[in-house]
């Protein structure tokens, strides 16, 4: 299914579970911070791909929900593209 965008219509454990059971390497990307927040709360992300671009906006969605427990991660890639954007990929611990 490389390349196919889904619509989240169930809850969101059972369709990253269903997508985790499908053959192929198993990747599956989340976009936005409404959906991603349900994933980390229900500790469903391994990894964690980021593009920092500093703009002080004064508000918005917090990427990451609040949580009962520590999310220790840990920094496997970092990288500047051009003068202001920063990549940063993370992995999760256990």
Known sequence: MAGTA????DDIATEVGRLRDQP?????SIGGAHLAAAAI???LIDEYRQF????????????FPPLA??????????RTIG???IYLRYQRTR
């Open 6 to 9: 889904r619509l989240v219509t």
């Open 52 to 63: 920092v671009y500093p703009v002080v906006l004064g508000g918005g969605t917090p990427y």
């Open 69 to 78: 427990e520590r999310l220790d991660l840990r920094l496997i890639e970092s």
């Open 83 to 85: 003068s202001r954007v």
């Open 24 to 28: 192929g390497e198993g990747v599956v």
């Open 41 to 43: 709360a229900k500790d």
